[in-house]
C-alpha cells in the first residue's frame, strides 16, 4: 500500500513558479510509476506530466510543456512538479497518483494523494 500526500501548492501570479511535492509512504515507491493530474473547477481531471519508476522517460501534457518538470527521488520517496511560468488557466487542485494500471501515461492509477490547490493569479 502506497499513499501520495501533496504539499507545495499556493497563491502565485502569473509568470511565477510553484514546485510541488509528492512523499509517499511504501518501500514499494520506488517500483511505481508517478503521474500528476490536475482538475480545474467544472473541468474533468487530466493529466499533467508523469515519469516512469526509474525516471527513464517522462509524459507531459501539451499545455505544460517547456514550462512544468517531473522528476523523482527514490532514495527520498519523493517525486516533484517544478511549475515556471505559471498561467492563470493552470489554477486548479493538483493530485499525485502512483502506481499505474497500464501505461504510465494513463489516467488510471491505483493509490492517490489528496490533491493541492494551485492559484495563479493575472
Known amino acids: 500500500q502506497v499513499q501520495p500526500v501533496e504539499s507545495g501548492g499556493g497563491l502565485v501570479q502569473a509568470g511565477g513558479s510553484l514546485r510541488l511535492s509528492c512523499a509517499a509512504s511504501g518501500r514499494t515507491f520506488s517500483s511505481y510509476d508517478v503521474g500528476w493530474f490536475r482538475q480545474a473547477p467544472g473541468k474533468e481531471r487530466e493529466i499533467v506530466a508523469a515519469?516512469?519508476?526509474?525516471?527513464?522517460?517522462?509524459y507531459y501534457a501539451d499545455s505544460v510543456k517547456g514550462r512544468f518538470t517531473i522528476s523523482r527521488d527514490n532514495a527520498k520517496i519523493t517525486a516533484y512538479l517544478q511549475m515556471n511560468s505559471l498561467k492563470p488557466e493552470d489554477t486548479a487542485v493538483y493530485y499525485c497518483?502512483?502506481?499505474?494500471?497500464?501505461?504510465?501515461?494513463?489516467?488510471?492509477?491505483?493509490?492517490w494523494g489528496q490533491g493541492t490547490q494551485v492559484t495563479v493569479s493575472s
Open positions: 497518483a502512483t502506481g499505474a494500471q497500464g501505461d504510465y501515461r494513463s489516467t488510471k492509477y491505483y493509490y
Open positions: 515519469i516512469t519508476w526509474n525516471a527513464g522517460n517522462t
